[in-house]
């Protein structure tokens, strides 16, 4: 079973930045497709980063697109995100997952708050 463990989030100014880490256990992660989601407070979910397994390929939902940066340790089995110029739109529980996401490994996410 796979446990993915999400941390980074926390309280920000608009125009703020976070980086946060997901760390994977096991021994598989160099072979997945990563992604990180993220759940608005309206409860909808979306991909926002994805990352080929050997970190040679991204994509990104048009409203981070420019903003966030994912970026993966295949040696360390973490992926990353860096969030920059950061928007109260942004505000949501972010968690990393495979892509297409696999139910069971959803963790817990990390809380990110993007307030004055």
């Known amino acids: 079973q796979v446990q993915f463990v999400e941390s980074g989030g926390g309280l920000v100014q608009p125009g703020g930045s976070l980086r946060l880490s997901c760390v994977a256990s096991?021994?598989?992660?160099?072979?997945?497709?990563m992604a990180w989601y993220r759940q608005t407070p309206d409860n909808q979910r979306e991909s926002v980063a994805i990352?080929?397994?050997?970190?040679?390929?991204?994509n990104y939902a048009d409203s981070v697109k420019g903003r966030f940066t994912i970026s993966r340790d295949n040696a360390a089995n973490t992926v990353y995100l860096q969030m920059n110029s950061l928007k109260p739109e942004d505000t949501a529980i972010y968690f990393c997952?495979?892509?297409?996401?696999?139910?069971?490994?959803w963790g817990q996410g990390t809380q990110v708050t993007v307030s004055s």
């Open positions: 997952n495979t892509f297409p996401s696999i139910s069971q490994y």
């Open positions: 096991g021994n598989m992660f160099s072979t997945y497709i």
């Open positions: 990352i080929g397994a050997l970190g040679t390929n991204e």
